[in-house]
C-alpha cells in the first residue's frame, strides 16, 4: 500500500483513512511549498489504499467472531462491526483532521466538502440498508404476493441507495440480495449473494439463497449444487434440505425428494405444515406411489396397514380397525375390528384424520 501502510489498521473499509489523514496533515504542515500537483497525486492514493482495505483476504479472530454473529441473525452484532470499521465516525476524525491545518487552501476545503458529501451518502447508505433488513423477508419465497408498483418503486430506490455502502458484510451483501429477489430482479440477487460468497465461502445461507436465485434464472442444476454445498457446510440446515426436496419434486424424483423433505422436517416441523401449500411439492402430494409416504412423513395422514381408533357418535363408543387403502385425495378406508359388524370397511375423508388416534404396536393386545 502507498502512504497507509504504515498505518496501523486493517480492519476493512476507511478504518484507515483517520490515520491517513492524520498523514496527510502533518504532510500539509511541514511540506506545503510542494507542488499542488504532487499534494493531489497523494490525496489519490488514500482513495487507492481505502479500496484495497475493502478486500480483507486474511480475517482477524475479531472479524470471524463477528461474521459468526451476522450468521446468526444478530442485527445488532451488524450495526456494531460496522461501527468498528468506522464508516462513519472515520469520515467524521477525517473531516476534523483537514479542518485542524493551518493555512488551508481551496484544494484542502474541496477535500472537506468531498469528505463531508461521501459522509452523508454512507450515513443514508446505512440507514437504508436497516430499512430493507427490517422490511423485507429474510426467507426466500418466489409465491410470495407481488409488491405494487409503488411498494417496487421505493424498494428498489433503497437498494440503489445501499449500493454505496463501502466496506460491506456478509450480512449486508444478503441484504440486498433478498431485496433484489422481492422485486424479481434475480441477476441482481444472484451476484448479491455471490459478492457474500467470495467474504464467506463457507456460509451455508448465501448457498442456499444462491441455489432459489438459480432456479428463477432457470438455472436448476446449479440450483442443486448450491443446496448440496450449503447442505454440506451445515447439514443441520433446514431450509437448505427444504429448497433441495423441492427442487427434486419438480424434477419428479420422488424418493430423493422425500428423503430430502424428512430431513428438513426431522430438524424442523415447520416445514411439514409448509410443504402442504407449496406448489413445488405438487407432485409428492398427487403422485399415486409417493402421495401416501409424503403424508405419513408430514404427520397428515394414515398409511396402509397402520391401525387407529376412533369415537363413534352414533354408538356411543371407540371402534378400532386397520387402514386398507388411501386415496390421493387423502381419504381413507378403515376395515372395523367389531364382529357384529362383519367387517364393516368405512370410508374416511382426510379431515376425519384429526379424530383418529394411531394404535401403536405396544398398545396391541
Not at 478504518?15 to 502533518?26: P, Q, R, S, V
Not at 407481488?146 to 454505496?164: D, F, M
Request: charge should be negative.
Amino acid at each position: 500500500m502507498k502512504i497507509l501502510g504504515a498505518i496501523v489498521g486493517g480492519v476493512g473499509g476507511l478504518i484507515g483513512a483517520f490515520g491517513g489523514l492524520k498523514g496527510y496533515a502533518a504532510w500539509r504542515e511541514f511540506k506545503s511549498s510542494e507542488p499542488r500537483e504532487q499534494r493531489a497525486a497523494i490525496i489519490q492514493s488514500f482513495k487507492d489504499d481505502i479500496e484495497a482495505l475493502e478486500r480483507i483476504e486474511d480475517p482477524s479472530p475479531e472479524e470471524k467472531e463477528t461474521m459468526a454473529s451476522l450468521r446468526r441473525g444478530q442485527l445488532a452484532e451488524g450495526e456494531k462491526w460496522r461501527r468498528r470499521q468506522g464508516i462513519v465516525s472515520s469520515y467524521e476524525a477525517s473531516i476534523e483532521a483537514v479542518e485542524g491545518l493551518q493555512n488551508k487552501t481551496v484544494q484542502d476545503e474541496g477535500w472537506i466538502k468531498r469528505l463531508r458529501h461521501e459522509l452523508a451518502q454512507q450515513t443514508e447508505a446505512i440507514r437504508s440498508l436497516d430499512e430493507i433488513r427490517s422490511n423485507v423477508p429474510k426467507v426466500l419465497d418466489p409465491d410470495r404476493p407481488t409488491l405494487s408498483g409503488k411498494e417496487t418503486a421505493k424498494l428498489r430506490a433503497r437498494l440503489e441507495v445501499a449500493e454505496r455502502l463501502i466496506a460491506s458484510t456478509v450480512d449486508d451483501h444478503i441484504t440486498r440480495g433478498n431485496g433484489y429477489f422481492r422485486i424479481e430482479e434475480y441477476k441482481k440477487a444472484l451476484a448479491a449473494y455471490e459478492k457474500a460468497i467470495e467474504i464467506d465461502p463457507n456460509y451455508a445461507q448465501a448457498r442456499n439463497n444462491r441455489g432459489v436465485v438459480l432456479i428463477e434464472l432457470n438455472r436448476p442444476k446449479e440450483a442443486l449444487k448450491a443446496f448440496d454445498k450449503a447442505i454440506e457446510l451445515d447439514p443441520k440446515y433446514a431450509r437448505a434440505h427444504y429448497s433441495k426436496g423441492c427442487l427434486l419434486s419438480l424434477f419428479e424424483r420422488g424418493e430423493d425428494a422425500l428423503e430430502s423433505l424428512s430431513t428438513a422436517i426431522d430438524v424442523d416441523a415447520k416445514y411439514a405444515d409448509m410443504s402442504q401449500s407449496d406448489p413445488d411439492v405438487a407432485y409428492l402430494r398427487e403422485h399415486p406411489e409417493f402421495g401416501p409416504r409424503y403424508r405419513r412423513l408430514v404427520r397428515r395422514g394414515p398409511g396402509i396397514g397402520e391401525r387407529y381408533r376412533y369415537f363413534d357418535p352414533l354408538l356411543g363408543r371407540e371402534r378400532e380397525g386397520m387402514i386398507v387403502m388411501v386415496a390421493n385425495t387423502g381419504g381413507f378406508t378403515l376395515q372395523i375390528d367389531d364382529a357384529t359388524v362383519g367387517g364393516l370397511a368405512i370410508e374416511f375423508s382426510g379431515s376425519d384424520f384429526k379424530r383418529m388416534t394411531k394404535i401403536e404396536a405396544e398398545d396391541q393386545q
